[in-house]
């Protein structure tokens, strides 16, 4: 199984602060990489697919990017909405992993 | 929009056999890998497995041969029995579609359903 880790594994912002999310694969999963979102009793939400790619209806404040091995996603800018748990998911191979994830609060 | 609901018993006692079903509302029920992940209390996300709209299924290893999933399409349903459950076994399941690929892997999990919480406890 393709293992994920993700850092931080929690972080405190204020409304307005650009947050980095980073998670890494212990192998190469090239561009299969999503993120979802899940707050606190619900379920989680995909907000980025394929490294990149903005899931349709997801705020464009959310940003996914990768450098090598090491993928990102952004937040431009804190919004009170999106204090929750981020979590990011390869889709090289099966079966699909997730990462332990990132909570963000206040 | 499409729509995922799970249903069945959120109480399983020790050994004997989860059985959940996920209806799917809005949408077709083909070329997609319909999927079942669970969280425990507290924990990260575990994919169990998918079944994909031709009736085909792969699972996750770690679960050995414990869990089943099939697809009702006259219902628009698809179904998890996970056999031999132990107090490990307790999390909230949830039942997502799988975006289809080339590779026999989901791309992505979206919508999920809500959740559903089983216990396992005598």
């Known amino acids: 199984d393709i293992q994920m880790s993700q850092s931080p594994s929690s972080l405190s912002a204020s409304i307005g602060d650009r947050v980095n999310i980073t998670c890494r694969a212990s192998?190469?999963?090239?561009?299969?990489l999503n993120w979802y979102q899940q707050q606190r009793g619900t379920a989680p939400k995909l907000l980025i697919y394929?490294?990149?790619i903005v899931q349709s209806g997801a705020p464009s404040r959310f940003r996914g990017s990768t450098s090598g091995t090491e993928f990102t996603l952004t937040i431009s800018s804190l919004q009170p909405e999106d204090f929750a748990t981020y979590y990011c998911?390869?889709?090289?191979?099966?079966?699909?992993?997730f990462g332990p994830g990132t909570t963000v609060d206040i | 929009q499409v729509q995922l609901q799970e249903s069945g018993p959120g109480l399983v006692r020790p050994s004997e056999t989860l059985s959940l079903t996920c209806t799917v509302s809005?949408?077709?029920?083909?070329?997609?890998?319909w999927s079942w992940i669970r969280q425990p209390p507290g924990k990260g996300l575990e994919w169990l497995g998918y079944?994909?709209?031709?009736?085909?299924?792969k699972y996750n290893p770690s679960l050995k041969s414990r869990v089943t999933i099939s697809l009702d399409t006259s219902k628009n349903q698809f179904s998890l029995r996970l056999s031999s459950v132990t107090a490990a076994d307790t999390a909230v399941y949830y039942c997502?579609?799988?975006?289809?690929?080339?590779?026999?892997?989901?791309?992505?999990?979206?919508?999920w359903g809500q959740g559903t919480l089983v216990t396992v406890s005598s």
């Open positions: 997502a579609r799988g975006g289809y690929s080339d590779y026999a892997v989901p791309n992505w999990f979206d919508p």
């Open positions: 809005g949408g077709s029920i083909f070329s997609y890998y």
């Open positions: 079944v994909f709209s031709s009736g085909s299924a």
């Open positions: 192998q190469d999963v090239s561009i299969y």
């Open positions: 394929s490294t990149s």
């Open positions: 998911q390869q889709s090289y191979n099966v079966p699909p992993t």
